[in-house]
C-alpha cells in the first residue's frame, strides 16, 4: 500500500471525524467545563476526550475496513495516542493562549468579534495535529 494514498484517506477521514465529534458528539456541559479547574474540568476533559476518540477511531475503521486498506497497529495506536495527548492539552486552553501570545498574537486569542481568536486558534491547532496523526498512522 502507498503511505501518500494512505495519509490522503486517513486525512480525509480524521478532518470530518474531528468536527463530528467535536461538535456534536460533545456535550455542551463538557465543552462548558472541561478547562475547569480540579477534577470537575479533567471529568469533563476526559469524558470529551474518551466520546471524541471513539468517534473518530469508529469512523476511521469503518473506512479502512470498506476500502480493504491496511494500517498497521504501531502507525493506529500512536496516531490516536498523539491525537489524545494534544487534544486534551489544547482543550485546557491555557496552552493555546500561550501559543498566540508566544507567536505575537495575544490580542487575537482576546477577540470575540468578528471571529472567537481562541476558538479559531484552538481548531487550527487541532487539524495540525491532526496532520501529524495522519502521518503517524500512514508512515509507521
Known sequence: MNSALLFAVVTAVLIPAHQFADHIVQ????ASHKADAGWTGWRHLLVHVATYHLTVVAM???????????VSALGLTAGMAFSAIT????????????????????????????VCGMYL??????????WISALLIACL
Not at 27 to 30: A, F, K, Q
Not at 91 to 106: C, E, F, K, M, Y
Open 60 to 70: 476511521l475503521a469503518a473506512t479502512l475496513a470498506l476500502l480493504d486498506l491496511p
Open 27 to 30: 456535550t455542551d456541559s463538557d
Open 87 to 114: 487534544h486534551a492539552l489544547l482543550d485546557r486552553r491555557w496552552p493555546v493562549r500561550l501559543i498566540l501570545r508566544l507567536t505575537g498574537s495575544a490580542a487575537f486569542a482576546d477577540r470575540q468579534t468578528p
Open 121 to 130: 486558534a484552538d481548531q487550527s491547532l487541532h487539524y495540525a495535529c491532526l
